[in-house]
């Protein structure tokens, strides 16, 4: 069996699993945030259960509009909070405390090799980063799972793609997963999971690998994962005293398909308006004006993506016709980029920083787009109206790219500064 | 539950969550209040139309992007019946199934659609009639515990039956 069989296979309680079957699994975590939480609670309450069925496997996270951008926000993390206390939630996570969900559950050691993740968000395949499967559902399944703590889901086929080569400076697991998208599409991997290996994925420090799994769902994909190594396993050490116990494909694993890449010609990539997969390489829309470039994200907002883009506006000033907007990942990636002095840098620069929220990504407050205007993006979506106007146009690409577009006030290779 | 009939209002491909329903919009919890901006970056005049009892008919990787259930749920609450898409991102198809809104796969709707066409959608044979151009066409079969979803009107209802039989309720 492959990694995400494995799982399934283990929290469904059997010895073996195969695609296309359906289980019903125990859930070893479950995740929700300010936007789908609500929902989740509301529906909790109306199937009429009292109590939720384990307390220390639910975190709550505000994030997507925090803090509170208006009254109406306001009541929704109300209701959070009033919910974490009535049930008593221990890994709730208030403004200040947290950040984006996704890097909050990975940061403060609730992913784990070898469990069965489940969010209400989209993003909730970042967890393959750490051997963990992990996958986005919806706001009824989460008060369902509240409820029971269990879940069906269908076995997936699994899409193997192996990387090998070497990257050419300043192009990153961003360009690569951008570049899978745009060959698979939109739709390529949907109901599957996407395995990552090879020698590039191997050499991928954490934050890269999160980078890759998190926009696994852009491709359709049920999840991204890849196999948990010694990286894998200091990191989630130094964050949780619970017990790890990771599980990893078979050398005769089956897939339903396999990629072979090579990363070493890869340039830069940009996904254009106004779907993820119309993927081009940078020197294709290089000098596309842009009114705002946006550093942030589950997908790019960690404390490396930050340094990378420190180190292209360290000393220079961003074109003053740019809004440069940065919002890290977490409340602890925006202590390390203070005490860095990248968040210096950056605002020397000309950056504006934001706290750490979903913020800009989702469209939600903190840097949205008026009509006709042009954003570039370290985000994970650029469909229309994702970050305001419907009338306005989002181009995804690495921070890197992003940082040496600010500067010019344009779409820029940060190869050629 | 089992037949549905409605006037088809005709999508292309990759129809997203934030066409569907705008996140600006997601700080209600409101079904009807959700419903009136429903699909309305695409069109404005949605919710008019989908008032008169619609049947969604669109191509493929309907739905794909977030995890917001308020998606299907401004669609249903807009009147709209059922969605026939050629495949759906799986997120959008879970939610639409837990809250009640009948989803159908059918490969060749898009080609044999009009907007407008009366269809009538049966969901336990996996079999929709184009009435306004006397079609069938294939669509894909529900397995019977999605159809026990459906019927019961969603996943909350589903399971305090279920909770209920076993005495945890």
């Known amino acids: 069996m492959n990694i995400s069989e494995k799982i399934l296979a283990r929290a469904s309680g059997r010895k073996e699993v195969s695609p296309g079957e359906i289980v019903e699994a125990n859930v070893d975590m479950a995740m929700v945030n300010d936007i789908t939480g609500p929902l989740a609670i509301e529906t909790f309450h109306k199937i009429g259960v009292k109590k939720v069925w384990d307390n220390n496997r639910i975190v709550m996270v505000l994030d997507h509009q925090v803090p509170a951008d208006s009254a109406k926000s306001a009541e929704l993390h109300k209701i959070m909070r009033e919910f974490a206390k009535e049930q008593n939630i221990p890994h709730f996570y208030d403004a200040g405390f947290g950040g984006v969900c996704h890097q909050v559950m990975v940061e403060k050691g609730h992913v784990r090799p070898g469990e069965l993740i489940v969010g209400a968000d989209s993003h909730t395949c970042t967890y393959g980063a750490l051997g963990a499967f992990g996958t986005g559902i919806g706001s009824t399944e989460m008060a369902a799972v509240f409820a029971t703590g269990k879940i069906w889901l269908k076995v997936p086929e699994t899409i193997k793609i192996n990387v090998s080569g070497e990257f050419q400076k300043f192009v990153s697991a961003k360009d690569l997963i951008l570049s899978i998208i745009g060959q698979v599409g939109a739709d390529g991997a949907n109901y599957k999971a996407m395995e990552f290996d090879g020698p590039v994925i191997k050499n991928m420090n954490i934050s ?28 989630v050490k130094s964050r949780t005293e619970k017990p790890i116990k990771p599980l990893k494909s078979d050398e005769d694993a089956k897939y339903e398909k396999f990629v072979d890449l090579d990363v070493s010609s ?120 994702r970050m305001g106007s419907p009338k306005a146009k989002i181009y995804l690409a690495s921070p890197a790219t992003v940082a040496a577009s600010a500067l010019k006030g344009e779409i820029t290779d940060p190869r050629r500064l | 539950m089992v037949e549905i009939k409605g006037k088809a209002l005709v999508f292309g491909d990759n129809i997203n969550t934030d066409i569907i329903i705008p996140s600006k919009y997601l700080t209600t919890l409101d079904p009807d209040e959700l419903a009136k901006h429903a699909m309305e970056g695409l069109d404005p005049k949605f919710y008019e139309k989908a008032r008169k009892g619609t049947i969604i008919v669109a191509g493929k990787n309907f739905g794909c992007g977030s995890s917001r259930e308020h998606a299907p749920i401004a669609l249903k609450h807009a009147g709209v019946r059922c969605v026939v898409a050629r495949s759906f991102a799986r997120i959008f198809y879970r939610n639409a199934i837990n809250i009640g809104l009948p989803v159908v796969e059918c490969p060749s709707i898009l080609e044999k659609t009009n907007n407008g066409d ?50 945890k309720l």
Request: glycine residues 10%.
């Open chain 1, 208 to 235: 890269e690998r999160l980078t890759m799994c998190n926009m696994a769902v852009e491709a359709g994909a049920k999840t991204g994962i890849i196999n948990p190594d010694e990286k894998v396993m200091a990191y």
């Open chain 1, 266 to 385: 890869l340039e830069p990539q940009v996904a254009c308006p106004s779907s993820v997969d119309n993927v081009k390489p940078v020197s294709e829309v290089e000098g596309t004006p842009v009114d705002q470039a946006f550093i942030g994200s589950c997908t790019n907002g960690r404390i490396e993506d930050l340094r990378v883009a420190a180190e292209i506006v360290k000393g220079k000033k961003i074109k003053n016709s740019v809004r440069f907007i940065v919002t890290p990942a977490s409340h602890e990636v925006y202590l390390q980029a203070l005490k860095e002095g990248v968040l210096e840098t950056l605002a020397k620069a000309g950056a504006c920083i934001c706290n750490p929220t979903c913020g800009a990504c989702f469209g939600g407050h903190m840097g949205l787009l008026a009509d006709g205007e042009t954003c570039i993006s370290s985000s994970n979506r650029n469909f229309i109206g």
């Open chain 2, 118 to 167: 009366e269809l009538l959608v049966n969901l336990a044979k996996g079999e929709i009639l184009n009435l306004t151009k006397n079609l069938r066409l294939q669509a894909s079969k529900l397995p019977s515990f999605i159809l026990e979803i459906i019927s019961a009107g969603g996943l909350v209802e589903h399971l305090k039956r279920r909770l209920e039989k076993d005495g």
